[in-house]
């Protein structure tokens, strides 16, 4: 099976842009989970998707979105771009059992400028 | 706040050398996922622990998951270079889907 993958690998975007990030889970995978992991604060949760629906999100602000769609492709934006959003952006996809287990992506380099 | 304590942060040993890496919680986890990860690289699964007391051994890797799904280790024996890398904890939220890391540790093996 082909793993999780992301696109684009690396972007470098100046502060006040938006950019959009895309996950394709491994096939038969319905749950979508994104995480940011920086030097200073780690990996920390953003959100999942199960079945185009967002069911956990985490502590962070409005300018972070994102969504599923019918084939569990999933979407993150993040909009008026900020310096500290430089980060590795990564998606995982879990099976719906057992759901916990999570497989990452190679993750999406964003820089900042 | 459910939080993961993971030590040490850095290690740096001899090829050979045995070594365990920790990781701690006041909170109760459902699973505790451990993997390994290479710069510029999303991290990989190494094992998913459910079961309280669980022992999981993958070669020369040996995972324990406490007896009350709050604690957890890796030990490594005879490391090699090729276990060189950053390596994570993970335990599974109250909240399914989503999951809570460690901080890492760094793993330096030298030949």
């Known amino acids: 099976k082909a793993g999780v993958t992301q696109t684009p690998r690396y972007l470098i975007k100046t502060r006040g842009q938006q950019v959009t990030l895309s996950c394709s889970p491994i096939s038969g995978h319905r749950s979508v989970s994104w995480y940011q992991q920086t030097p200073g604060q780690g990996l920390q949760f953003l959100f999942e998707?199960?079945?185009?629906?967002?069911?956990n999100k985490g502590n962070f602000p409005g300018r972070f979105s994102g969504r599923q769609f019918s084939n569990s492709r999933s979407e993150m934006n993040v909009s008026t771009l900020e310096l500290g959003d430089s980060a590795l952006y990564l998606c995982?996809?879990?099976?719906?059992?057992?759901?916990?287990?999570?497989?990452f992506g190679p993750g999406t380099r964003l820089l900042v400028l | 706040t459910q939080l993961l304590e993971q030590s040490p942060q850095f290690l740096s040993i001899q090829e050979g050398e045995n070594l365990t890496v920790y990781c701690n919680s006041s909170?109760?986890?459902?699973?505790l996922q451990w993997y390994r990860q290479e710069p510029g690289e999303g991290p990989v699964l190494l094992v998913t622990v459910v079961t309280g007391g669980e022992v999981k051994k993958l070669k020369r890797l040996t995972f324990q998951f406490g007896d009350a799904r709050k604690d957890s280790s890796l030990h490594i024996t005879a490391a090699q270079p090729g276990d060189t890398g950053l390596y994570l904890c993970a335990g599974a939220a109250n909240q399914g889907g989503k999951l809570i890391f460690g901080q890492g540790t760094e793993l330096s093996v030298k030949p």
């Open positions: 998707y199960f079945s185009e629906t967002q069911r």
């Open positions: 995982a996809s879990s099976p719906v059992v057992p759901r916990e287990t999570q497989y």
């Open positions: 909170s109760v986890f459902s699973s």
